[in-house]
């Protein structure tokens, strides 16, 4: 029967598993199987992004991108590139959901378990959907198989890294990491951007011009140049936080508005009331802006 039989995410530098399904079969392929899942899952910082273990009835696939892997054990008939329209789904879900510094500090196996409940749903949805419904949409994922083929195993070399049987030349693939895509960017994005740019060119002056002034002569100003300064590298980041995906996106986004607003009061003085609200109303701005910009519900390119 062509299917998914057992998925996990793993943690790519030591192989700790972080979250597996837990629909386990007992059949003595399946469980040899999952052995072997597990011995290759401890060295898969040696080998590129993608690759197949292939056996007779029995097949692991598995794709790592940064911290973490995804891998999963398909019947042998299992359509390869359903296999990892799959895997790039499961990861994108993940990474949607746990940020690098809570994997990167995962010190027991199954630290994310309740992930199982999201690979019990996307498995399910790739064991049910028939291929010409799939078609469509696994356009993409084909193409780069086809030009960046998965590094080839044989299942019962897995655990030994000599198993590669792709030529030999493991070194010469390139790993294609999938990007995680944003919304669109709106109308009102592209005026927050450009609001964030003109606040950081004035911090950025005035820093600089009261910088030069206060190490010549009015040394207790540094604190009023640190100020200006903090708030210009607050505007960059926002703008990057806007235009980029980055994990823990809303708690840097709150730290940066936090400390416009913090710097801004502190400069009560040399900046008179309008001139700090305009400051603030741009970091709030650009703050909302950025969370309500959030990933597409689904890659689209992979997506069934």
């Known amino acids: 029967m062509s299917m998914i039989f057992f998925a996990c995410v793993v943690r790519v530098r030591d192989g700790l598993p972080l979250s597996a399904s837990t629909d386990f079969h007992f059949n003595q392929d399946f469980l040899e199987c999952r052995k072997r899942l597990k011995a290759l899952s401890s060295i898969l910082a040696q080998y590129p992004s993608r690759g197949t273990a292939k056996g007779r009835d029995l097949s692991i696939h598995f794709l790592s991108s940064g911290d973490i892997a995804c891998m999963a054990i398909c019947s042998s008939n299992y359509s390869t590139v359903m296999a990892f329209c799959f895997l790039e789904e499961l990861q994108w879900e993940f990474a949607a959901s746990y940020d690098t ?16 409940n999201v690979i019990q749903k996307v498995k399910c949805h790739f064991n049910s959907v028939s291929l010409s419904q799939a078609k469509a949409k696994w356009a993409k994922v084909e193409e780069e ?40 960017v709106t109308p ?38 640190i100020a200006f300064l903090l708030p210009f590298l607050a505007c960059v980041f926002q703008c990057y936080l806007y235009l980029f995906y980055s994990s823990a ?42 969370l309500t910009r959030q990933l597409m519900e689904k890659q689209p390119d992979c997506g069934v």
């Not at 655990?159 to 895509?181: C, I, M, Q, S």
């Not at 005035?206 to 540094?222: K, M, N, P, T, W």
């Not at 900046?271 to 109303?281: D, K, P, S, T």
């Open 101 to 116: 510094t809570s994997i990167s500090l995962a010190s027991r196996p199954y630290a994310f378990l309740e992930f199982d």
């Open 249 to 290: 996106r809303k708690v840097k986004t709150f730290v940066l508005l936090f400390s416009v607003c913090l710097c801004n009061i502190y400069l009560y003085g040399l900046r008179n009331l309008w001139q700090i609200a305009f400051h603030i109303g741009v970091a709030s701005l650009s703050s909302y802006q950025i």
């Open 188 to 225: 009102l994005g592209i005026l927050s951007l450009v609001l964030n740019i003109m606040c950081g060119a004035l911090n950025l002056i005035r820093g600089v011009h009261l910088a030069e002034y206060s190490f010549q002569e009015d040394h207790e100003g540094i604190g009023n140049v």
């Open 145 to 184: 198989l086809k030009f960046w083929p998965p590094v080839q195993l044989r299942l019962e070399d897995a655990a030994l890294p000599n198993g590669v049987t792709n030529g030999g030349h493991a070194g010469a693939h390139v790993e294609v990491v999938p990007t995680y895509r944003m919304q669109r």
